[in-house]
């Protein structure tokens, strides 16, 4: 299932703006052909240290869904307004979760990388880079079984109704007041938090 193919579609499309649930933070373990392919021979070729055991086999960097649209997104040089929504609300992005919840999924690649001593054959940002370039060079027809087992219907009438109508929602929203305004907790001294007590310590 090429769940790049989302993307891409819409990148050829000409498409500006793509919903994503939760800001695009759910991490979701893929792995690239190459190297499930190679974690299969070394299964192969180390079989006494794989005999009778079971093992997740995964690109060893897990990307969020974020971070697979920007790489489709820079290795096809086109800008996408990546519009975040909650995820019960994100039903365009639902082919893109591949699951029907925004946990994570995260698998434990530690016995195939100590037993086997797999590692990735390709790094995942260069995958999905790879695999956007090649998608958008040997397209999917519309309706062919790639779409079809993902299940994106790329009704953009459809998705642009609900981002134009979760912009009116986010405008419409009034400010609410707090007689104290929350924060970020003592501790944190970052980006939009409390200023330093002096500008250096001991």
């Known amino acids: 299932m090429p769940r790049e193919w989302s993307i891409v ?11 994503i649930p939760d800001d695009g933070l759910t ?6 052909t190459v190297n499930l392919a ?23 960097e897990v990307l969020t869904i974020r971070q697979v649209v920007e790489l489709v997104c820079a290795a096809l040089g086109h800008e996408l307004d990546l519009v975040s929504m909650p995820w019960d609300l994100a039903v365009p992005a639902r082919p893109l979760l591949t699951q029907p919840s925004p946990t994570h999924r995260v698998l434990d690649l530690t016995r195939l990388k ?4 797999y590692r990735d054959v390709v790094p995942a940002r260069q995958a999905v880079a790879d695999t956007a370039r090649w998608l958008a060079a040997h397209p999917v027809a519309p309706g062919d079984t790639e779409e079809r087992v993902l299940t994106d219907p790329f009704d953009y009438v459809a998705e ?16 609410v007041p707090f007689a104290v305004e929350p924060g970020y907790g003592l501790a944190y001294s970052g980006p939009g938090g409390r200023p330093r007590s002096r500008p250096t310590f001991a």
């Open 9 to 19: 579609r819409r990148v050829l499309d000409g498409r500006t703006r793509l919903v």
């Open 27 to 32: 991490l979701h373990h893929h792995g690239y």
């Open 38 to 60: 190679h974690a299969v021979l070394l299964g192969i070729d180390r079989a006494d240290d794989a005999c009778g055991r079971v093992f997740n086999a995964g690109d060893e």
């Open 114 to 117: 100590t037993l086997l001593g």
């Open 160 to 175: 642009d109704a609900l981002l134009d109508a979760w912009q009116r929602a986010r405008e419409g929203l009034a400010p």
